[in-house]
């Protein structure tokens, strides 16, 4: 009985050492996504503000284009 033990446990073993290494992948790739989601919100949230200024600027040289062509003076 005690051979036929042994490459039971040795399976038992590389079972349980498979699931770690399973285990191991799984709790890293969520580590990425986790990341990979955190990355996104933070370039949407600065795209956005990028976007806010540049809207500003816009209108702003709008509004000095129009004063320009009705000859008004810009001080």
């Not at 033990?5 to 079972?15: L, N």
């Not at 191991?24 to 955190?38: G, R």
Request: include cysteine; glycine fraction near 2%; aromatic fraction near 6%.
């Amino acid at each position: 009985m005690a051979g036929q033990e042994d490459p039971v446990q040795r399976e038992i073993h590389q079972d349980w050492a498979n699931r770690e290494y399973i285990e191991l992948i799984t709790s890293s790739i969520k580590k990425i996504a986790d990341f990979l989601n955190l990355f996104d919100m933070s370039c949407r949230s600065r795209l956005a503000t990028l976007n806010e200024k540049l809207t500003a600027l816009e209108r702003r040289i709008e509004y000095i284009e129009a004063r320009v062509t009705k000859g008004e003076t810009l001080t």
